[in-house]
């Protein structure tokens, strides 16, 4: 990994982890830190964060490039982890 991938990698969950420490108050910042990978995130939150339509997410979700757990029948209890969204991340940033 060169110093530009893992300068985008460091800011890219440095910006989920700020959100998630927004939207999960009650944990010190330490813990949101130790959780932030394994939280799962709805699909709509997951397409607020990355600035998209959740029609998008689910279309990422359905050709296998966003992997979710599935919490239950349908598309209601599908949830994505924070490392998978990091991971999206990560495989579509390029330099420049």
């Known amino acids: 990994m060169d110093e530009l991938e893992t300068a985008i990698r460091r800011i890219a969950r440095e910006e989920i982890e700020a959100?998630?420490?927004?939207r999960v108050p009650s944990l010190p910042a330490r813990r949101?830190?130790?959780l932030a990978p394994r939280t799962l995130l709805s699909v709509a939150y997951a397409a607020q964060l990355l600035g998209v339509g959740r029609d998008y997410v689910y279309a990422r979700i359905?050709?296998?490039?966003?992997?979710t757990v599935e919490?239950?029948?349908?598309?209601q209890k599908r949830r994505i982890s924070v490392a998978a969204l990091d991971e999206f991340i990560r495989a579509r940033s390029f330099p420049g």
């Not at 359905?62 to 992997?67: D, I, K, T, V, Y």
């Not at 919490?71 to 598309?75: A, I, M």
Request: hydrophobic content about 35%; cysteine-free.
């Open 19 to 22: 959100v998630m420490a927004e």
């Open 32 to 34: 949101t830190q130790e």
């Open 62 to 67: 359905a050709s296998g490039e966003l992997p």
């Open 71 to 75: 919490l239950g029948d349908g598309k």
